[in-house]
């Protein structure tokens, strides 16, 4: 009996950091029909960003089973299991490696599981690029109608098949609606690990964050933190705002706090980012929420986004009291749905799952639109990057291809990933500033 006949819907969990496993687990429950169970059976694919044990607790998504794996691994599990839905929630990169390696080992069979992917959270970089990497999945999901349009523009744009391109909305979404001020007033900074990128501004942001406290003293002013040192999230973060702030004498009212963002959000007046995703929760709750013009409004910080949202403001207006007005057209285009709607935002990926499933003569073949006819001069290297030839299949001497690893190369790949983890976050920003001398 073919898994996708079982009342219990089986998906697989393929992500590269807590946030993407955070993102891939909850869009697979949100994308399960609403009257079937789900085993969820989440792969963590090993990498520098691979997320730790706290990191895990810290998501709070349950799966039935949670493992880590190469690409070659992974691939070789995904021939011999049998899933109803395969969300890839990884780089632009990493999704094209896997829909390559599952071309490959699902050639000639019928029966396979539906491709997801998608983007965590605001696509304001690399669209073009980052969209092809993922064009070939069975659905590619946008998390509001703009990215919607802009995503089928760019594969129509380069001839590519556009119908995998289906609107939802982010997955993390929810909580209670804001009620009213908290006592004491609350005010929360949503830290990024790699925005801004450098100490200076860092720094800047810190002091302004502290200085407020101190010109508020009954405010509690809150530093949310993505990550503790040594950890890696989604990006690196080589400037920790818990190292910077030892050299400073913040008052007792200013505190750093880790921890879901749904729940310090259940005690948060007043949200403030540079340009993280968290903006887009506080907004769907209807609290006040800020996008910094501090360091100026632009791309590579982010904040470029917000324009025309009605949140850009200064840590000078906010220190003289100003609140925020978002702009409700513009937070309906985002797939923020804070008139209510965010329970049928899913319907659409629903639907387009299951009539996937039903398909007569069963699954058509993945088709990515790099081929190494199309890419010659790019694809192999991305394949390559997770041991991969260009036709999808390990490449000699490819870790672990060809079976599980035993306890001793476990033990040394925790110890080889602790090494290198400590070279990017320790090592590497040392010879960079050795250089700049």
């Known amino acids: ?18 946030t993407r496993w955070k ?12 009257n079937s169970d789900i085993r969820l059976d989440g792969y963590l694919l090993r ?18 089973s949670l493992r880590e794996v190469t690409a070659v691994e992974f691939l070789r599990t995904m021939a011999q299991e049998s899933y109803d839905v395969l969300v890839l929630s990884l780089v632009g990169g990493g999704v094209q490696a896997m829909l390559h390696g599952l071309k490959r080992i699902w050639e000639g069979r019928t029966e396979r599981p539906v491709v997801v992917t998608g983007y965590v959270g605001v696509v304001y970089e690399k669209l073009a690029d980052g969209l092809l990497l993922r064009h070939g999945a069975d659905l590619v999901l946008a998390n509001s109608r703009q990215d919607a349009d802009r995503f089928r523009s760019v594969y129509e744009g380069v001839g590519a098949d556009a119908s995998s391109v289906t609107e939802v909305a982010l997955p993390f979404l929810g909580g209670e609606p804001y009620a009213g001020e908290h006592d004491p007033y609350t005010v929360v900074f949503a830290a990024q ?26 405010r509690e002013v809150l530093l949310k933190l993505r990550s503790k040192p040594g950890e890696h999230t989604t990006h690196i973060e080589e400037l920790p705002y818990q190292k910077l702030v030892q050299r400073l004498d913040p008052p007792a009212n200013f505190k750093l706090v880790y921890g879901n963002m749904g729940e310090v959000l259940d005690r948060t007046d007043l949200l403030v980012t540079i340009s993280s995703t968290a903006a887009l929760e506080s907004l769907h709750r209807r609290i006040p929420t800020v996008v910094l013009s501090d360091l100026g409004v632009r791309e590579v910080l982010g904040n470029h986004h917000f324009v025309g949202s009605g949140c850009l403001a200064s840590w000078d207006q906010l220190d003289e009291g100003h609140s925020p007005t978002p702009d409700e057209d513009w937070v309906s285009r985002q797939g923020v749905c804070a008139d209510g709607s965010y329970d049928t935002a899913f319907d659409a990926a629903r639907e387009r799952i299951a009539k996937l499933l039903e398909r007569p003569g069963g699954m058509p073949a993945l088709t990515p639109y790099y081929t190494p006819a199309t890419a010659p001069g790019y694809l192999p290297g991305i394949l390559a990057r997770h041991h991969l030839g260009p036709d999808g299949s390990p490449l000699p001497g490819a870790p672990a291809h060809d079976k599980d690893p035993g306890p001793v190369r476990q033990i040394v790949r925790r110890a080889a990933r602790g090494a290198y983890r400590h070279g990017v976050q320790r090592v590497a920003p040392v010879i960079r500033r050795m250089g700049e001398l």
């Not at 009996?1 to 969990?13: E, I, L, N, Q």
């Not at 993102?23 to 609403?34: D, F, K, Q």
């Not at 990498?47 to 039935?64: I, K, N, S, Y």
């Not at 942001?205 to 009954?218: D, F, S, T, Y």
């Open 47 to 64: 990498g520098r960003a691979t997320p730790t044990a706290r990191q895990l607790q810290e998501v709070g998504v349950h799966a039935d």
């Open 23 to 34: 993102w891939g687990a909850l869009t697979a429950n949100r994308i399960s029909p609403e």
């Open 193 to 218: 690990p790699s925005v801004p990128d450098n100490r200076r501004d860092r720094t800047y942001l810190l002091n302004r964050l502290i200085q407020h406290a101190r010109k508020h003293p009954e």
């Open 1 to 18: 009996m073919p898994a996708s006949a079982m009342k219990t819907r089986r998906v697989a969990v393929l992500a590269d950091s807590d």
